[in-house]
């Protein structure tokens, strides 16, 4: 039997992300919004933000990934496909989109960000094993892109991350059998071919921006399947 291993966990979080905490981080986020809004950098304003209400390295970088300007905003939903995605090959970030869901299983803190998308605090930082969270992971996506009737799912792997073999193996053995057409490509720059593309499937924000159009896979599965998520939520702090 695998060893249960809980992605993106850190002790602390129950105190830094759920209870009376939510609200002085929704309370910092609605700040770190107009000051983005008035043009100062995310850098420079989460820092000031993050010193006034004293939060912690974490929370500050949940602001980071949940909260931006309305010009991102408006540019990001602008992109986003909303209908069907009968027939059309979606183009996915592989680890981006698989560790999101590992960290969903695992009951680790997921944000509610202000541009639509889920995203969690894990970080890679380029060492990456499967978990026992893998698996079923893999499957889920597998099963959203099945109901959408998919043409073809094309999983894009960063190279120099650790496992990135191991992972795309273990993607193209499970969605073998499922009825669209899979590709998972180990490159080594990711960002720069997913920008690129139509049907991107991602949670990364300069990706977001740039590429052609976008589908919130994650955010279909998370909320509208089965599942008692730890959702904490920035979508609204406007």
């Keep these: 039997m695998s060893k249960t291993v809980n992605r993106g966990?850190?002790?602390g979080d129950e105190r830094e992300f759920f209870g009376e905490a939510v609200c002085r981080l929704r309370q910092a986020g609605s700040d770190?919004?107009?000051l983005m809004n008035r043009g100062y950098p995310v850098k420079g304003a989460s820092a000031f933000v993050g010193n006034h209400y004293l939060l912690s390295e974490r929370q500050?970088?949940?602001l980071v990934r949940a909260v931006f300007p309305e010009s991102s905003i408006r540019n990001r939903k602008q992109k986003e496909i909303t209908g069907a995605l009968t027939g059309r090959t979606v183009h996915i970030d592989g680890f981006n989109t698989v560790i999101t869901l590992e960290v969903a299983l695992s009951g680790s803190p997921l944000l509610r960000c202000m541009?639509?998308?889920?995203?969690?605090l894990a970080g890679l930082r380029g060492t990456y094993r499967l978990i026992d969270k893998t698996t079923p992971a893999i499957m889920r996506i597998g099963e959203a892109l099945a109901a959408a009737d998919v043409r073809e799912a094309v999983f894009y792997l960063d190279a120099p991350v650790s496992n990135s073999g191991r992972l795309k193996a273990r993607i193209l053995e499970l969605l073998e059998p499922f009825p669209f057409s899979v590709r998972a490509e180990v490159i080594h720059n990711v960002d720069a071919v997913l920008e690129t593309q139509d049907c991107v499937i991602t949670g990364d924000a300069i990706i977001l921006d740039r590429c052609r159009s976008w589908f919130a896979l994650t955010r279909q599965i998370l909320e509208t399947g089965e599942g008692d998520?730890?959702?904490?939520d920035l979508h609204d702090i406007k």
């Design 115 to 120: 541009d639509g998308c889920i995203r969690d």
């Design 32 to 34: 770190l919004y107009e």
């Design 60 to 62: 500050r970088l949940a």
């Design 229 to 232: 998520y730890s959702f904490v």
């Design 9 to 11: 966990y850190v002790p």
